[in-house]
């Protein structure tokens, strides 16, 4: 297994316009989380699913931010109308219900600057 | 809610020294607690880990014991070396499985 894979690794978009970003989590791994992480902070949960259901999401979370993970396996991130403030590395991760600690193992993020 | 306080950086230290940072949490009952290391240019590691109280995490030298007493999580190594330096993120585990981080401490290692 290579791990959680992310892509693309960096983006630089222009305020306004849509983006959108894929994970792919360790096979077999059944919850996959969506962080942030901007300059200087540590990483902000956004949302999480399980296998393909989305169970949570953070008032972070804005009406412009929408994940899917279909069939439980790659998920993506996208972000409408993109505002400067939305420039951070959006970070997934994923862990498996075998491990009674759920161990995250997080992957190399996407660098979003929105100018 | 659920919360954690680290020491802030950075933190510079020569080779061989030995390392603490402190770590505080705020949480409903015993969450499990992590440190995680980002080394430069790279991706988020789990560094070590523990799930109860009075547990010890270690890896690489470094260890931590999980205080409910204290509240606490320090993370120690007794030498430090260069390939030490990174931002190290103390971290606890949320009621929805997500994990909550804290604001990292940059670690710089003279040779």
């Known amino acids: 297994d290579t791990g959680v894979s992310q892509d693309p690794r960096h983006k630089i978009t222009k305020r306004g316009q849509n983006v959108t970003f894929r994970c792919d989590p360790i096979?077999?791994?059944?919850?996959l989380y969506w962080y942030r992480q901007t300059l200087g902070q540590g990483p902000e949960f956004l949302t999480y699913?399980?296998?393909?259901?989305?169970?949570?999401k953070s008032r972070l979370l804005s009406d412009r931010f929408s994940a899917e993970r279909p069939k439980g396996s790659f998920s993506t991130l996208e972000i409408q109308r993109t505002e400067q403030g939305d420039s951070a590395m959006y970070l997934c991760?994923?862990?498996?219900?075998?491990?009674?600690?759920?161990?995250?193992?997080f992957g190399p993020g996407t660098r979003l600057t929105v100018t | 809610g659920d919360s954690v306080t680290q020491m802030e950086g950075p933190v510079t230290l020569s080779e061989e020294a030995f390392l603490t940072i402190n770590c505080t949490y705020t949480?409903?009952?015993?969450?499990?607690l992590f440190w995680y290391v980002q080394y430069p240019g790279e991706g988020l590691q789990l560094l070590l880990k523990?799930?109860?109280?009075?547990d010890k995490g270690s890896n690489k030298g470094f260890e931590a014991t999980y205080r409910k007493e204290t509240t606490s999580f320090h993370l120690e190594k007794g030498s430090v070396q260069v390939s030490d330096s990174a931002v190290y993120f103390c971290?606890?585990?949320?009621?929805?499985?997500?994990?909550?981080f804290g604001k990292g401490t940059k670690l710089s290692v003279k040779p």
């Open positions: 991760a994923s862990s498996s219900y075998r491990d009674r600690a759920f161990e995250q193992y």
């Open positions: 096979s077999e791994h059944n919850r």
């Open positions: 699913f399980q296998n393909e259901a989305q169970l949570e």
């Open positions: 949480a409903t009952g015993y969450p499990s």
């Open positions: 523990a799930t109860k109280a009075d």
């Open positions: 971290a606890l585990r949320g009621s929805q499985g997500n994990l909550i």
